[in-house]
């Protein structure tokens, strides 16, 4: 069974920074590509950024430049580390290594204040 423990998330002023983890367990997390979405509040949950099993990189618009998708193979965790945070960037922050995943981790709370 995979585990997704995401952390990392708080409470950040706009225009700062905050690094999200993802421990995962059960998966051959060197061959699976991995995704983080979010879901704001009243809002559906969106893809945010990916990163192939082989480093390649692909993010949603709107974070494009501000937030970098990366892995560690040996410690078996994703990262994704957020800059230049606005208000539109609060929600609860999921991993997964699904692009459609009917199962979810408990995700972490990011709060961006104006």
């Known amino acids: 069974q995979v585990h997704l423990v995401e952390s990392g998330g708080g409470l950040v002023q706009a225009g700062g920074s905050l690094r999200l983890s993802c421990r995962v367990s059960?998966?051959?997390?060197?061959?699976?590509?991995m995704h983080w979405f979010r879901q704001a509040p009243g809002k559906q949950r969106e893809l945010v950024a990916s990163i192939s099993s082989d480093g390649i990189t692909d993010y949603k618009d709107s974070v494009e430049g501000r937030f970098t998708i990366s892995r560690d193979n040996v410690r078996t965790t994703l990262f994704l580390q957020m800059s230049t945070l606005n208000p539109d960037d609060t929600g609860i922050y999921y991993c997964?290594?699904?692009?459609?995943?009917?199962?979810w981790g408990r995700g972490t709370q990011v709060t961006v204040s104006s």
């Open positions: 997964n290594y699904l692009r459609n995943p009917t199962r």
């Open positions: 059960g998966l051959i997390f060197r061959l699976s590509a």
